[in-house]
């Protein structure tokens, strides 16, 4: 069983849509939480991320983690054709030094 | 722009050859990581270092793989014999300042073994 577990997708929209993206994993010892971006053949980019259980907002996305569960949860809201990208979800370990686990990513698509 | 830097941005090369990687971060961060993605999946850990010093290497890293990051500023991995499951696109992360463990990744190298 992988640590972090999320849906490839893909994931077809039209535009205008609210898009829910999904996580979950199995290691309670994930301390930060957070959202990346990644457009074709570039680095992923953060989008947001959150220490603790509850929701976070920033602008049209909200990021909820849900520790009791080991769930976390992206949700996008009026998506445009320009969010089309792919979505990975990432936890990080503070064993002395920090540790980065990805999701697969899921891949979404924002039809105009 | 995120600060790092990563050359080539594609090597095409055939089984067997050595290829190197190299990763320039800006130079106060001192924390720098190289994952590995391959199509449809997210980057996996490879290895990462604080300054010069390499802390930790994942099982992923087999022998034929070396990195070095020499005084502490930019980073190389080196990839020997390479095979063709070695395909894969190689990113280069440093470590931001805050206490979240953001990574802010380079464009990556992409690496195609004939």
């Known amino acids: 069983q992988k640590e972090v577990e999320q849906d490839p997708g893909p994931l077809s929209v039209p535009e205008g849509a609210i898009v829910s993206l999904n996580c979950t994993y199995s290691?309670?010892?994930?301390?930060?939480f957070m959202w990346y971006r990644q457009y074709s053949r570039k680095g992923p980019e953060l989008l947001m991320y959150?220490?603790?259980?509850g929701n976070k907002e920033d602008g049209r996305f909200t990021a909820q983690v849900d520790k009791s569960s080991k769930y976390i949860s992206l949700f996008i809201r009026d998506s445009q054709p320009s969010d089309s990208a792919t979505y990975l979800c990432?936890?990080?370990?503070?064993?002395?030094?920090?540790?980065?686990?990805f999701g697969a990513g899921t891949r979404l698509f924002v039809k105009a | 722009d995120t600060g790092v830097s990563q050359d080539p941005r594609h090597k095409i090369t055939k089984r067997g050859q050595n290829v190197t990687f190299r990763c320039d971060p800006i130079s106060e961060h001192n924390r720098l990581y190289w994952y590995r993605q391959t199509l449809g999946q997210g980057p996996e850990f490879l290895t990462y270092f604080q300054n010069e010093a390499q802390l930790e290497k994942s099982r992923l890293l087999s022998d034929r793989f070396s990195a070095e990051r020499p005084k502490g500023s930019f980073s190389t991995l080196e990839i020997q014999r390479t095979e063709q499951g070695d395909s894969a696109m190689y990113l280069c992360?440093?470590?931001?300042?805050?206490?979240?463990?953001?990574?802010?990744f380079g464009e990556g190298s992409r690496l195609t073994v004939l």
């Open positions: 992360a440093a470590f931001g300042q805050g206490p979240t463990g953001e990574l802010f």
């Open positions: 959150t220490y603790s259980s």
């Open positions: 290691n309670s010892a994930f301390q930060y």
């Open positions: 990432a936890m990080t370990l503070n064993t002395g030094g920090f540790k980065t686990i």
